[in-house]
């Protein structure tokens, strides 16, 4: 039976109103559960607003409000939990990494959230190829674990370092290398289940160790339906849509692990899960194969299966325009091949190419893994990238892994964009094309009714295009609210009634996942845009990618979670709160889905001074890695400055707003009084230093760095210059808060460099700043009072075409983005300033081409600055390096002092976990001679506070080489 409070949590999701008395009752019963879960389970049970607010999505168009969250220790915690459920008679929702794109992870009642605690891998047999783990294990960690035995996982979203094996099992996922290895239904050996009545349940082949409710109910179903369960199933490698009931049959040893995988937690909680390893090659190389079109390559596809490829991808150029490596070509097939060594696998890889040759316009084979990693990350990207349509529009998913027949592909995709141009809609699919799956986010407009009627009347088409063509409306991510009110459409009445049979059998209560494949709510309810605003808010920065429209921004994050990848990933730096504490509300979908919520107004009910949003922000370094990372350029730093600057809106704020957010002007009246001695000295005497701190707001831990004696603009003004006004390039070196006021010697350096290379170097005549510390402690009418205050001091400048240097990474990157988007168009010249600005690197390439910079020689070691990596790129700076005979890389994550938030109090343990991510393990890792590079004045404080190592500017460590 479904209480009273089940029924309330369905009336708050469909907005239906309710009066204040009834509101206190469904508080009561809330409060009520949350008691009872907190006495019968041991792990974390969570039913604050914030809680709730980041489980109300996954992936996908849809939108369900939780009760509660519980995070589990262990299968008795889960039993208990439902129990507990049972009693009260409140649905529950089982939820791994939330990157389902079909709405089935998105919460009613109770959330289990598997990926906190539930997450280890019990065991694994090499010789059997057997692996047994819990549901919240990360699929990178199982192959991670299978790679040291030459084994892997067969399926592989491109989600793998996010995605939950549980997740995966809910929607029998495929990935990329189905064509070898099959669908994650062919690798399950062994599940073992709850059911919401409390049975535990061990599935595998065959009925017999059932409890013999489920046993007899089973052979029923199966017995009196042989023919329809035999006849009424589309061949095709990716059938996912429905229940498998084909796989009761007899002949099929009544695989009942397989029947439950894809079941998308709608009959059984799993706890555990028995799966198959497969034999990984020892090498692999990858033919990129270039075509017309992408009807060309859909039609070719098929064709190359018989070559024993580990995947075939497919992809147009109106998805990667301006990816390198491709060949030439409109549309590529991603073409992968093992081999038992790299040469086996190059020249497995040429036969394909050959083979193709009569219908492709160019071909690449790469043998290299780091080649064959980028080319991947293309792929990867895709679902994040298709958000955003070439015009910059949105586009959604919802239709976006039907799958037909390979050898229909090329005829289904010509009629599926007839049907799309036929609805006036837009899209570009990519995808499995040797599994004949094809993944496309469509520009649907979501946030009108009118919209709405298109997307539901163009859901109901392509169904019926989908069945004409004998595929599967789903074809990898489960049906979940998008599609399974369509299922009839594809099966037919008679075998949906089978499902509805198949699910009352499991779950006679329906308290797993309702409205999910039995019984579906419709594909156009639940929408996760109808609770947004439908006017632009009132907001400070100009957005201009989202055409001013905050909520537009917000709406960027789709949640496909790359921003909760928790491994070392090359030179990425999203997200590094996340990857510090481990916890959703500090990953930057997290923060995303808080702002969402927050616009909504429902969950989290206080607006621009909600603390739920603050508290998630406040662990955000404003790193801007999400603004290159994120596959839709989500920039958290940004938004965080905007909510910042409103939630602090005539109220007094954190101490350390006052003390670092004004920085420039307290270093400047430090400079002008010529006080660095003394605060040099007081910062040394402890109680000073320590009530010093205390009224900042500077984290107890932190030494407070020292002024320079001499600011960089006061030694330059005594500075002989030594290039000929005449015979140089003028460029502006810029005189940043940091390099000015506390490292003058970076800046004495770069003059050295550049006037070497024959630049005559000029210096603004007034004090500029890029507002930095404004911005990022949201104090932005202030900011845009110096920010304006400094376009009249280089206006001059400006006019004169020069070029502007920058040498602090996160000031120049304020320059070329926060400047230019809060000044919006307001003032043309911040749009001058913003593309005349350079790095260090970048201007020496531009402007002194010829310039040989002095042999260094040596090897380095460090960080490429965060803000560098997002905003300004780092190309010019390898160059340079490389051709001052500095090897090795730079790595990538951020230092975590990340300008005031490593200084700010409680701070401190997290700056250091993000600075041991990647920074310190690479510094002590390198040979004691390695140089150690950080353009950034934080990188160096940190490497300072932490290490032993010291460290420089680049521009130091060449003007050091100079004769």
């Known amino acids: 039976m479904i209480t009273s409070l089940k029924h309330s949590v369905n009336v708050l999701i469909e907005a239906l109103p309710v009066d204040h008395g009834d509101m206190a009752e469904h508080e009561a019963e809330a409060d009520e559960l949350e008691q009872a879960l907190r006495g019968a389970v041991r792990g974390d049970v969570s039913f604050d607003a914030a809680s709730r607010a980041l489980m109300t999505m996954d992936a996908s168009n849809y939108r369900r409000v939780p009760t509660g969250v519980v995070a589990p220790r262990d299968a008795d915690d889960v039993a208990a939990a439902l129990a507990v459920c049972r009693e009260h008679g409140v649905p529950v929702v089982a939820r791994g990494a939330g990157t389902s794109i079909a709405g089935q992870a998105t919460g009613l009642g109770v959330v289990l959230d598997f990926t906190r605690h539930m997450r280890s891998i019990r065991s694994l047999d090499p010789e059997q190829r057997t692996a047994v783990v819990q549901p919240g294990v990360i699929l990178d960690e199982l192959r991670t674990a299978a790679g040291a035995h030459g084994l892997t996982f067969g ?77 009424g199933f589309p061949e095709l490698p990716r059938r996912i849509s429905g229940y498998a009931l084909d796989e009761l049959l007899p002949e099929k040893n009544a695989d009942v692990a397989r029947a439950l995988t894809g079941s998308e937690g709608t009959l059984g909680v799993l706890t555990e899960a028995t799966v198959r390893l497969v034999e990984a090659p020892a090498a692999r ?34 998805l990667v325009a301006g990816a390198s490596g491709l060949p030439k070509g409109g549309a590529w097939l991603f073409v992968e091949v093992g081999g038992s060594g790299r040469e086996e696998a190059y020249a497995r890889a040429e036969e394909i190419a050959r083979a193709a040759a009569h219908a492709t316009t160019d071909h690449t084979v790469v043998a290299d893994p780091a080649g064959q990693r980028a080319l991947w990350r293309v792929r990867e990207d895709a679902s994040g990238t298709a ?24 005829a289904y995709l010509r009629d599926f964009r007839a049907l799309m141009a036929q609805h006036g809609l837009r899209g570009t699919p990519y995808g499995h094309f040797g599994d004949g799956c ?30 004409t063509h004998g595929g599967s409306l789903s074809g990898e991510h489960g049906d979940g609210l998008a599609r399974a009110e369509l299922l009839p459409r594809m099966y037919g009445d008679e075998m949906v009634g089978l499902f509805h049979r198949f699910k009352d059998l499991w779950d006679p209560a329906n308290g797993l996942n309702p409205g999910v494949l039995a019984r579906p709510r419709r594909l156009d309810q639940d929408l996760r ?68 919520e927050m616009l909504a107004g429902e969950v989290v009910q206080d607006g621009w001074r909600s603390e739920e949003v603050r508290d998630a922000l406040d662990l955000c370094l404003s790193c801007k890695g999400c603004r290159s990372d994120c596959p839709v350029g989500v920039d958290m730093a940004t938004y965080k400055a905007e909510f910042l600057h409103h939630h602090y809106e005539g109220r007094v704020r954190p101490a350390g707003h006052y003390s670092m957010g004004w920085l420039p002007v307290w270093l400047r009246a430090a400079a002008s009084l010529r006080a660095a001695p003394v605060a040099n000295a007081a910062s040394g005497v402890g109680f000073l230093s320590t009530l010093a701190k205390r009224m900042g707001g500077i984290a107890p831990e932190r030494d407070i760095p020292e002024l320079a004696r001499e600011p960089f603009t006061r030694w330059w003004r005594g500075h002989v210059r030594t290039v000929p006004r005449e015979a140089a390039r003028t460029v502006v070196l810029w005189p940043d808060t940091f390099t000015n006021y506390l490292s003058p010697s970076v800046g004495q350096a770069a003059v050295r460099v550049l006037e070497s290379a024959g630049l005559r170097v000029v210096v603004p005549p007034k004090p500029v700043c890029c507002g930095l510390t404004w911005v990022s402690t949201g104090q932005l009418d202030r900011a845009r009072t110096v920010m304006r205050r400094t376009l009249d001091v280089m206006a001059p400048a400006l006019d004169a075409g020069l070029p502007v240097v920058g040498l602090e990474p996160s000031c120049t990157a304020a320059l070329r983005t926060d400047l230019p988007e809060l000044l919006g168009s307001d003032d043309p010249r911040a749009a001058r300033l913003a593309s005349s600005v350079q790095t260090f690197a970048q201007a020496l390439e531009t402007h002194a081409p010829d310039w040989e910079p002095p042999k260094v020689d040596r090897p380095v070691v460090g960080q490429t600055h965060c803000h560098q990596h997002a905003v300004l790129g780092d190309a010019a700076d390898r160059r340079l390096r490389e051709r001052a005979g500095l090897t090795g890389e730079l790595s990538g994550g951020c230092c975590g002092l990340a300008g005031n938030f490593g200084f700010e109090a409680g701070h401190y343990d997290v700056s250091v976990a993000c600075a041991e991510d990647q920074l310190l393990p690479s510094v002590r890792a390198a040979d004691e001679n390695a140089e150690v590079l950080a353009d950034g004045f934080s990188c160096r404080t940190q490497l300072d506070h932490l290490t032993d190592r010291p460290s420089r500017h680049l521009a130091e460590l060449l003007a050091e080489r100079l004769s």
């Open 155 to 231: 399926p592989d979203p491109s989600t793998h370092s996010r995605c939950t094996l549980g997740g995966m099992i809910g929607n029998n996922s495929c990935g990329s290398h189905s064509v070898a290895w099959g669908t994650t239904a062919d690798n399950v050996h062994a599940l073992d289940v709850l059911t919401y009545g409390g049975e535990r349940v061990r599935a595998a082949q065959g009925l017999d160790a059932l409890p013999a409710r489920l046993r007899d109910g089973m052979r029923s179903l199966a017995g009196d339906h042989l023919a329809l369960l035999r006849t």
């Open 285 to 318: 190389a990858l033919a990129v194969l270039g075509y017309p079109d992408e009807s060309a390559a859909a039609e070719a596809a098929h064709t190359l299966l018989p070559y024993g490829p580990l995947t075939v991808e497919g992809m147009a150029a109106d």
């Open 387 to 410: 958000t955003r349509m070439p015009d910059g529009s949105e586009a959604w998913p919802g239709w976006e892994d039907c799958a037909v027949p390979p050898a229909r592909l090329g």
């Open 438 to 467: 094809i993944h496309v986010r469509i520009d649907f407009d979501l946030m009108r009714e009118a919209g709405v009627r298109v997307f539901r009347d163009f859901s109901t088409d392509l169904a019926d295009l989908v069945v």
């Open 529 to 596: 845009f109808d609770v947004l605003p439908r006017r632009p808010v009132d907001v400070e920065f100009g957005y201009p990618h989202d055409g001013g429209d905050f909520s537009a921004a917000v709406r960027r994050c789709v949640g496909v979670a790359k921003c909760r990848n928790e491994s070392v990933s090359g030179a990425s730096v999203m997200c590094p709160s996340y990857r510090a504490t481990g916890e959703e509300q500090h990953s930057t979908r997290g923060r995303a889905r808080l702002l969402h």
